[in-house]
């Protein structure tokens, strides 16, 4: 099957750590997008990748990381950096041009 | 800057009804417009989607209404079920060129459907 695969669903972290969220497509998408879901704000974008080995800088990147060494695969690392990262964190990919943009599941992040 | 202002925040509709959730934007280089929809912890999927040269599409009980001169677009949901409440989200995005590959999302609308 097709799709987008975030791992895990849930993840629990000590507050100072740096975690790494998983995001992998098998739909051959060249663009890939982190959004972040918090109650009441909408999706709002951290960063998105074109293309392997470029990516750029969204609305809230500031605390986050990300890498895109592999067309399938775009990670991000929350940082200790970010002030407040509990949140459902969305990872998307596109086909160029106007299309449709597949979702993940979400990983829910809880940081105590 | 919030590029997509959508409204209501929350819609609560009876079985059979219409439910009507608003977008409005800014940025005129926009011309793709979808609407997701997502349940409570999963991620959106897309429901319907429209592009400026058209003024409106429908899909089963659902259908975009979009106003370009009013910088509008509108979802509509005919016999509203209460397998229909979700959060409904607008997004836009621009086709070609810097920021093509930008989706713009509004804040969501939380409906309720109740028998």
Redesign the interface.
Known sequence: DGG?T?SPKYLFRKEGQNVTLSCEQNLNHD?M?W?RQDP??????IY?S?IVNDFQK?DIAEGYSVSREKKESFPLTVTSAQKNPTAFY?C?S?R???T???????T?LTVV | QQQVK?SP?SLIVQKGGISIINCAYENTAF??F?W?QQFP??????LI?I?PDVSEKKEGRFTISFNKSAKQFSLHIMDSQPGDSATY?CAA?V??GAG?????????TKLSVIP
């Open positions: 987008i975030q663009a997008y959004y009441g704000q909408g999706l709002r974008l998105y074109q969204g969305l998307a596109r160029t041009g106007l449709e943009a597949f979702f993940g599941q979400g829910r | 959508q925040q011309d793709y979808p997701y912890g999963k991620g959106p999927a897309l989607a592009r989200f995005s086709g070609s093509s590959y930008q989706l713009t999302f509004g804040k969501g």
